[in-house]
């Protein structure tokens, strides 16, 4: 069993306000809001990184998601929680910047999710017991994958969408900082 599902995190209102705590396997069996991140990392190149999560992974084994990614804990800021996700899961510290947040709906598991965008001139070092394996994508390698059913994460084609929206800065060509 998943030593996380044990775990107490947050759960919170449709303005984002912290109401409580509860165990997080209850947190999605009954779809409670709460809260998550996602990073985004690029290369030099623009190219993004994407993990394939472990297949010991309680939701969504063995699918494509983002580069890190996972729960806000209690009394931990969003911002707080990216970084700790890139370095547990990539074994990164890395400057991020906030891309943009998803509403909860089932695509993020009921919660609100906050993007962020790193820029990496090293190689990730994820860990396995996270991450089943890792690549760096081009902008059309990550949608082309994104729209396989049954490969990827559901959020994956949400972010690509924020990540690349126009105007907005994006890894995608290298243009990200």
Same mark, same amino acid.
């Given at each position: 069993?998943?030593?996380? !599902?044990?775990?107490?995190?947050?759960?919170?209102?449709?303005?984002?306000?912290?109401?409580?705590?509860?165990?997080?396997?209850?947190?999605?069996? !009954?779809?409670?809001?709460?809260?998550?991140?996602?990073?985004?990392?690029?290369?030099?190149?623009?190219?993004?990184?994407?993990?394939?999560?472990?297949?010991?992974?309680?939701?969504?084994?063995? !699918?494509?998601?983002?580069?890190?990614?996972?729960?806000?804990?209690?009394?931990?800021?969003?911002?707080?929680?990216?970084?700790?996700?890139?370095?547990?899961?990539?074994?990164?510290?890395?400057?991020?910047?906030?891309?943009?947040? !998803?509403?909860?709906?089932?695509?993020?598991?009921?919660?609100?999710?906050?993007?962020?965008?790193?820029?990496?001139?090293?190689?990730?070092?994820?860990?396995?017991?996270?991450?089943?394996?890792?690549?760096?994508?081009?902008?059309?390698?990550?949608?082309?994958?994104?729209?396989?059913?049954?490969?990827?994460?559901?959020?994956?084609?949400?972010?690509?969408?924020?990540?690349?929206?126009?105007?907005?800065?994006?890894?995608?060509?290298?243009?990200?900082?």
């Amino acid at each position: 069993m998943n030593k996380d !599902l044990g775990k107490l995190l947050p759960v919170v209102n449709r303005q984002d306000q912290e109401l409580g705590l509860e165990f997080r396997k209850d947190i999605h069996r !009954l779809g409670l809001m709460h809260r998550t991140v996602h990073v985004l990392v690029f290369d030099k190149r623009g190219r993004l990184y994407l993990q394939k999560r472990s297949m010991e992974k309680d939701n969504h084994p063995g !699918l494509w998601t983002s580069s890190a990614g996972g729960h806000v804990e209690s009394g931990e800021s969003y911002l707080r929680a990216a970084y700790r996700e890139l370095y547990e899961e990539l074994n990164l510290i890395l400057p991020c910047r906030y891309l943009g947040i !998803l509403s909860p709906q089932p695509a993020t598991d009921h919660a609100f999710a906050k993007i962020y965008g790193a820029v990496t001139y090293t190689d990730p070092a994820p860990d396995p017991a996270e991450i089943s394996e890792g690549a760096f994508f081009s902008k059309s390698q990550a949608w082309r994958l994104a729209l396989q059913r049954g490969k990827t994460a559901p959020v994956l084609r949400l972010l690509l969408a924020l990540a690349g929206r126009r105007g907005r800065p994006f890894g995608f060509g290298g243009k990200f900082f």
